[in-house]
């Protein structure tokens, strides 16, 4: 391949000839050829619990899908665990799996147990709405299981308001949106501190809840 006419760029062409391109994971494929600036907004969900985890020793994500965004988090922590219930993503994950980047990658369902390892950083994003109501609490007390007791939780959801504009696809299987205030009173019942944000495309706020396209909920201290 021909030499770049600014040098500085040389460095490009040397790492795709020794490294080859990095491909999105099977899930962000498809964000990106269907709707490419709704990666935007979930890399910026990503960048938002990078910063509250920076500098933990270990995090771990729960359903962490194709974990495309979790290199994100990786860069602000020193090991990081990614957990999702279907084999299909994690051998997906471990398929693009980076030594730059390492990461730990299971299949591991919450509903059916704990996982056996404590963290102090933990959060889920884009998964508590696929957990129906009956069994959320069973989700959250695993989860919960896996927080040191100086951790942080971080949650996301969308928005139950949300959900009168999401595309088919996006909401199909969302089964347990809810309400700021409710998303808010069911973290509180086991955690003394909640934190909550609204997040609107890819900023994240303190605004309104009721007109946030999506929730995030930052929990320390949990409830014996």
């Known amino acids: 391949m021909a030499p770049t006419r600014e040098p500085q760029y040389s460095s490009l062409v040397d790492l795709k000839r020794e490294r080859g391109l990095t491909s999105l994971g099977m899930m962000n494929n498809q964000v ?24 933990k020793r270990s995090a771990l994500e729960v359903g962490c899908g194709d974990a495309f965004g979790s290199r994100i988090v990786r860069q602000e922590v020193d090991h990081l665990t990614v957990l999702d219930f279907d084999p299909v993503f994690i051998a997906d ?8 980047w390492p990461m730990t990658a299971a299949v591991h369902d919450m509903l059916s147990g704990p996982f056996p390892e404590q963290f102090e950083g933990v959060y889920s994003l884009d998964v508590l709405e696929h957990i129906p109501e009956s069994q959320e609490q069973l989700f959250l007390a695993n989860v ?10 971080i949650i996301g959801m969308p928005s139950l308001e949300s959900q009168a504009y999401a595309a088919p696809q996006s909401k199909e299987g969302h089964v347990n949106c809810k309400s700021g205030r409710s998303f808010k009173r069911l973290m509180e019942q086991r955690f003394s501190n909640v934190f909550l944000f609204s997040m609107n495309d890819e900023v994240v706020h303190t605004g309104f809840a009721p007109m946030a396209h999506y929730l995030i909920a930052v929990c320390t201290g949990p409830r014996v």
């Open 93 to 100: 994950v471990q398929e693009r799996a980076d030594p730059a």
């Open 32 to 55: 990106w050829q269907d709707d490419p600036r709704r990666l935007v907004f979930t890399l910026s969900r990503y960048k938002f619990v990078s910063k509250m985890l920076s500098g």
């Open 144 to 153: 919960m299981a896996s927080v040191l007791p100086s951790g942080v939780l």
